[in-house]
Every structure is written in C-alpha cells, then in structure tokens.
C-alpha cells in the first residue's frame, strides 16, 4: 500500500520534503464486529485548508495531522469489503480517506454513496461536493445576494471561484473575478461567464483596478484570499456591503499573518462581514446535489478540473494550490475508476 505521510509540522510555505513517500507492508483486513469498510481510493482532493492541519493551532476547527501518519482529506472511493449495512462492494463512496492506494474507514465515518447520475465521479470532490456546498451555502445563505449587486470573486477560478461567479450571474448579479494568470482571466470570461476579470498580479495598485472593473463600487465581496485584496476592496465597498469570508489563502503560509490597516472601514460603511464553515451546512446537502447536479445537466452551470496523476504527486498538487499553479478544481487520480 503506497501511501503519503506528514514528515514533520511545517513551517511557512509548504514543500514537497515536508511529505514522504512510504509502502506500507501491512496488509488491510477488517475487524469482525465493526462497521468499518476497506476502500480502493480512485480521485484525491488536494484542499487549501489542509495547510492549517500540517502545524498545531490553537483552537482548531480541525484536527491536525500528526507528523508520521498518513495524510487523509477528502477522496472518491470504491468498497472492496464492507461490515457497514449501508455500503457494499463496487459501491462507489466519497468522504475522508487517507492519501494511500487502499483504506480503512472506521464505521464508515463521512463516507457517502455516490449517486449513479450519469455525472465523474471526480466531480464529487468538486462541484457536486465540498468546494460545490461552500459555494452554494455561502452565496445563498451569507451573501444574501439580490438582483444588480455587484458581486466581486477573488480566487475566482478555482474550485470555489468559478461557481461562485455562476450562482452570481444566475441570481442577476454583475459578476468580477480577480485571478492570478491572462489565462485564467480569459477562462473567466469567455468559458466561465464572469461579467469582467482582472489579473492581480500584475496591478501595481489593487484599489485603482477595482475602481475601474466596478465602476458601481461592490455589494458583495467573496472573500477568498485576504490580505492586500480584502484591504481595497474596503475601500471600494459600497454601504451595506456584504463580505462572505469564505477563505484568505494568502495568509495560510505566512508564518505572521500581515494585518489589515483598514478595517473601520467595516463601521463606516455598515458592512457586514461574516465567516462560515462548510460543515455549518451539511443540512443542505440534498438541496445542493439535486439543484446543481440539474444546472450540470441542463448546461447552465460549467465546471473546470485540473488533474493530476499519481498517488505521488499528490504533494505537488496541494502546493500548486498555494502557488496559483491550478486552473479549476485540483483533483489527483490515483487509478481508474
Ligand atoms: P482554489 O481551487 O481556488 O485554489 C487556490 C487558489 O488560490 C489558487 O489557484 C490561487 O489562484 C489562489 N491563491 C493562492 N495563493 C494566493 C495568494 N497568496 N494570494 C491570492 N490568491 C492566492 O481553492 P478552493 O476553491 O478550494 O478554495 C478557495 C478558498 O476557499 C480558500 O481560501 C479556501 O481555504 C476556502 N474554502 C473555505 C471553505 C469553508 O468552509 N469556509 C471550504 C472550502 C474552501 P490565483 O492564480 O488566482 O492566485
């Protein structure tokens, strides 16, 4: 069993030695009396906030990873044995599992069967699963979004990103993407559908480009990054303005987070700025699956992948995260299905 381990608890930017490559030589059985299940893992998914389980936190929202052990996130599976009731070989599953070829997933804990909807699997980690809720139960229920808001999307195209803008547009909003590469500008607005996008890389001055793509100023900001991003959009936003802070991945690497110089700004202009978890959301799984999985159907909703192969290549897919590298959601295939 090939599998992927945390080092050691990593410090700023994550690298590749941080992870090892281990074959395990124990062979996985299940124990008689459980409901526990033995998977194949087929897609994994490289996810930003697995950063924050690599170092201890104070008060986590989640369990850290402990140095030596497999790395485990989200992945589609398929049972090979099952004590579980609710699962049986062939089934294909999806939930937290570890980043190795074959797992054990005790009492079947967060696996769910995959519907045969004529739909990747894959798609399971991405717009039909954890990035697909956060982005429909943040827009729906923290942005509160109305007609004519101008709705303004960092990280715009990934995982999250690109479905934020589309839920935008279907709800009649003027929809802005901010991305870091022409090509996923371009991407933004000719395949994805966003209203206009800009490359932040290369403004030299974030409050002036966002002056100029939202000439109407923001009603909506979907905070995905942080930062310099999250400091000119304050002051672009308009009263009663609204921040989903969905994620600050340009935070997750710094050793001490930069500070924001202008938060009054929130006071000033009557803001209203909240966090959310995706997990705050699990009671809108079925909602979220029928509705967007018909949108995938009827082609009013795209949705972009980036993949890649090999169970080894799994760190460097998380760091691509990190470094912009990704276009769409970053999945990496293990096997065939
Ligand atoms: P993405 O697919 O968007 O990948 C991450 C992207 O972030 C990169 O492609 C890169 O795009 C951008 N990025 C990386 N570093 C920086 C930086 N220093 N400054 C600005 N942009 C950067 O990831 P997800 O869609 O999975 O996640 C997006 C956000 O949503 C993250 O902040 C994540 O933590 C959050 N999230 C929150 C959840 C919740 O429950 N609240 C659940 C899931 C995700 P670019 O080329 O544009 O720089």
């Known amino acids: 069993n090939r599998q992927i381990i945390l080092k050691h608890y990593v410090k700023g930017m994550v690298k590749e030695l941080d992870f090892e490559l281990r074959v395990s030589k124990v062979l996985l059985s299940l124990h008689p009396g459980t409901k526990d299940v033995l998977v194949k893992n087929i897609y994994l998914s490289p996810d930003p906030y697995m950063r924050s389980r690599m170092q ?24 090979l044995v099952s004590n579980h009731p609710e699962f049986k070989p ?11 070829e074959y ?26 699963g954890m990035p697909g809720l956060t982005a429909y139960a943040g827009f729906h229920k923290v942005a ?61 001055d974030l409050k002036a480009a966002l002056r100029r793509h939202l000439p109407k100023k923001i009603d909506i900001y979907w905070e995905n990054v942080g930062g310099k991003m ?39 202009k009557s803001v209203r700025m909240q966090g959310f978890l995706v997990f705050d959301y699990e009671d809108l799984y079925e909602e979220f699956t029928e509705r967007v ?35 769409g959601k970053k999945i990496v295939k293990i096997c065939d299905p």
């Open 56 to 79: 201890p936190m104070e008060d986590p929202y989640i369990d850290p990873f402990s140095p030596g052990e497999v790395i485990t996130g989200y992945g589609v599976s398929k049972v």
């Open 90 to 100: 062939n089934d294909y599953v999806v939930g937290f599992t570890g980043w190795e």
């Open 103 to 128: 797992s054990v997933i005790k009492e079947a804990r967060t696996l769910r069967k995959i519907p045969q909807i004529g739909l990747p699997l894959s798609y399971f980690l991405g717009v039909l």
């Open 144 to 204: 509160l979004p109305k007609p004519g808001d101008q709705l303004m999307v960092s990280g715009a195209a990934g995982a999250v990103g690109q479905l934020v803008g589309q839920f935008g547009k279907l709800a009649g909003c003027y929809v802005v993407g901010a991305a870091g590469s022409k090509e996923k500008v371009k991407l933004l607005k000719e395949r994805i559908g966003y209203d206009d996008a800009f490359n932040y890389r290369e403004e030299t």
């Open 230 to 268: 999250l400091e000119a959009v304050l002051e672009n936003i308009n009263k009663f303005g609204r921040i989903p802070a969905c994620g600050m991945i340009s935070q997750y690497n710094l050793e001490k987070p930069e500070g924001v110089s202008n938060l009054f700004r929130i006071v000033a």
């Open 293 to 327: 999985s018909g949108l995938l159907k009827d082609e009013k909703l795209v949705y972009f992948e980036d993949v890649s192969e090999g169970l080894e290549k799994a760190p460097r897919a998380l760091i691509d995260l990190f470094e912009g590298k990704n276009i």
